[in-house]
T-cell receptor
């Protein structure tokens, strides 16, 4: 079974400062990795994904994430945050060789941007 | 841009009543999912559906739950006799076939409150 750990439940950051949201996963098989964002009172929006190839993936809204197989991590970063980035961010994993399987989510990180 | 839609956005029901949550997946998608998110907790997988059959279901998805694709566009989740602990946000998701490597697109959710 897969599992995802998001160690930081809340991250406050000043506007225009950089941010890193941490995600570690556990799996005995190869995985695909995802970051989803949930704005207040909204559904889940795909931010970015790692399927294969380059370990640095770029997503929407200036976010990027780096897949590190040796450290089983997929941390999300943004060099300069904006007030509109205030949201909950979920890291998720699915097995890569089994087609369209379920996503296993982490507990989420609430990013709060301080003006 | 095509999107997953869900109705209703909010549903309040009495314990023991049946509820049906409706979803319209993206039109060319073949895989369908239901997830739920209890307030303040992580998103949990309930069930996946492909080719008019359940592909996988979680421990949460007991005999009180059922899914159906009654026509070519809708995908429904039925809870036969709701319990207080069924109160949650329910998300529908869909994905293309295996060629799209499992990226799931989520609807805005239905907030279910059981009194």
């Amino acid at each position: 079974a897969q599992s995802v750990t998001q160690l930081d439940s809340q991250v406050p950051v000043f506007e225009e400062a950089p941010v890193e949201l941490r995600c570690n996963y556990s799996s005995s098989v190869s995985v695909y990795l995802f970051w989803y964002v949930q704005y207040p009172n909204q559904g889940l929006q795909l931010l970015l994904k790692y399927l294969s190839g380059s370990t640095l993936v770029k997503g929407i809204n200036g976010f990027e994430a780096e897949f590190n197989k040796s450290q089983t991590s997929f941390h999300l970063r943004k060099p300069s945050v904006h007030i509109s980035d205030t949201a909950e961010y979920f890291c998720a994993v699915t097995r890569s060789n089994f087609g369209n399987e379920k996503l296993t989510f982490g507990t989420g990180t609430r990013l709060t941007i301080i003006p | 841009e095509p999107e997953v839609t869900q109705t209703p956005s909010h549903q309040v029901t009495q314990m023991g009543q049946e509820v049906i949550l409706r979803c319209v997946p993206i039109s060319n998608h073949l895989y369908f999912y239901w997830y739920r998110q209890i307030l303040g907790q992580k998103v949990e997988f309930l069930v996946s559906f492909y080719n008019n059959e359940i592909s996988e279901k979680s421990e949460i998805f007991d005999d009180q739950f059922s899914v159906e694709r009654p026509d070519g566009s809708n995908f429904t989740l039925k809870i036969r006799s709701t319990k207080l602990e069924d109160s949650a946000m329910y998300f529908c998701a869909s994905s293309e076939d295996q060629g799209a490597l499992g990226t799931q697109y989520f609807g805005p959710g239905t907030r279910l409150l059981v009194l």
